[in-house]
């Protein structure tokens, strides 16, 4: 289905009120994958960026194979996302042939999770590329002008949003800030755990509760999150 207009209007005020209403990351890098993934049609997106070393990590995904291949490709050193970041450029994989070909122990975990088609955006400011937005789509074929051109802007967005939660007043650096979130991101993979466990559902609905508590009571997903970690009732998350 073609890119609607609308839908590209809709998703970057939806990211844009994240950056004006949080101060972290997180959020905003949730917002960021969710948004890219229904406007390209893919059901696995995630975005790597630099921690306070400039080594590359996992900030955000919207599901279990995008979490999967991003953290395989940081393992192993390989793939598109970890491409996009050492050259700054888009990188394009069209097809299950092609993938093999470029990225020979990828492929199979991508096979494993239907995944046939592979694109990564550089996370640019200021001529840094400071990490990279994955697309993982189960149906071959490249992106098309306009879907490139969407790729390049939730990109765009998302780097100059991330370095823009930079605590200025209190002196902070946006590496520090940045590895806030990926130490906050450890807290949350252990309360979607928890709540998975606790109610018998998957670590993805897991999550969605953690997310709609924290929106719903005006907190941080990190303070939620630990606060099911800790042995509390689900951090006020509904069950």
Known sequence: MPVQVQAVAAAVNEV????????????????????????LGAGAVGVL???????????????GTAEELELFQLEADEG???????????????DAADLARRWPGLAPVAARRGVVALHAEPLVVAGRTIGALGVF??????????????????????AVGITQLERVAAGLRVQEQLQRALDSR??????????AERHGISPEEAFTRLRATARTARRRLHDVAREVVGGAPDGGAAT
């Open 16 to 39: 844009a009120g994240l950056l004006a209403a949080h101060d972290e990351p997180l959020e905003l890098a949730d917002g960021l994958v969710h948004r890219c993934g229904e406007l």
């Open 49 to 63: 960026v630099e921690d306070a070393r400039q080594r590359l990590q996992l900030l955000a995904s919207t599901s």
């Open 137 to 158: 789509r189960e149906h071959e074929g490249a992106l098309d002008a306009v879907e490139r051109d969407v790729l390049r802007a939730m990109a765009s967005l998302g």
């Open 80 to 94: 598109p996302c970890r491409d996009s970041h050492r050259t700054g450029a888009h990188v394009e994989c069209a």
């Open 186 to 195: 450890v807290v949350l993979e252990q309360a979607k755990g928890v709540l």
